[in-house]
């Protein structure tokens, strides 16, 4: 049967949300899994091992659900350029799809050669490839630029921390403020908070440390104020020829 596609009240078609179904159930992409990398402007590196183990559980097995076919490597010795090229193939449902997936990266500079070159590359193009069927897509979306939205993830991935606990850590920081914390510790445990970094596995032993870091922090200023107190309260030798 032909399936219609619906129309909005402005009289726009649109399209069939099943054709969404597979990006919508693989577009979400869970924190521990990725890393912030500085180089070439800053962007979000996801785990490919990660991305390998999600195809898997979408498609079934590498080799037999999805895997890639038609490689090949070419070189351009003289720019130190190697292009990679292959097709990704996947079963979805009853459905078998292909399409061509490539990437190319600097694999020798002078006379220095990547020896990881080979792995970059494929990996590369994996991961792209697996981007057009939606798969970690809201990292290619930019969506993880916003810390408010990896928390979301980090919550429903199940490693986020809640509300309630959020709220204690802030409370913690502001009352050790107000108790002589310096603006550096603070702004660093603001950040931690603020970046996602403190999580549901980490939680407890994060807040330890606050609190120890703050009690020896307290404990050093209280023994230089007992030892200026001390050498001010020291009775002043007189010099026992004054005066003969």
């Known amino acids: ?12 078609i649109m399209p069939n949300n099943k054709n969404l179904d597979l990006w919508k159930k693989v577009e979400k992409t869970d924190p521990k899994h990725t890393k912030k990398v500085q180089s070439r402007g800053g962007f979000t590196a996801i785990d490919a091992q990660y991305q390998l183990k999600v195809a898997t ?36 449902g009853s459905v078998k799809g292909e399409f061509p997936i490539n990437a190319s990266i600097q694999y020798k500079v002078g006379d220095r050669l990547d020896g990881d070159f080979s792995k970059k590359v494929t990996t590369d193009a994996l991961t792209k490839g697996l981007s057009k069927l939606g798969f970690n897509a809201d990292v290619f979306l930019g969506k993880f630029d916003d810390n408010k939205y990896v928390a979301e993830m980090q919550k429903q991935f199940g490693d986020g921390i809640s509300d309630k606990q959020t709220k204690v850590f802030q409370r913690t920081i502001t009352k050790f403020v107000k108790e002589g914390m310096s603006p550096t510790d603070a702004t660093k445990w603001k950040n931690a908070l603020k970046a996602n970094k403190i999580t549901t596995s980490n939680y407890e032993s994060a807040l330890d440390t606050l609190k120890k870091s703050h009690a020896q922090m307290l404990e050093t200023v209280n023994r230089k104020e007992e030892n200026e107190n001390g050498n001010d309260n020291r009775p002043v030798r007189s010099n026992d020829k004054e005066g003969e």
């Open 1 to 12: 049967m032909k399936q219609v596609s619906s129309v909005n009240k402005g009289g726009n």
């Open 57 to 92: 559980e979408e498609f079934g097995p590498f080799g037999q659900g999805w895997g890639i076919k038609d490689e090949n490597i070419e070189k351009w010795e003289e720019v130190g350029i190697v292009l990679y090229q292959a097709t990704l193939w996947y079963i979805n």
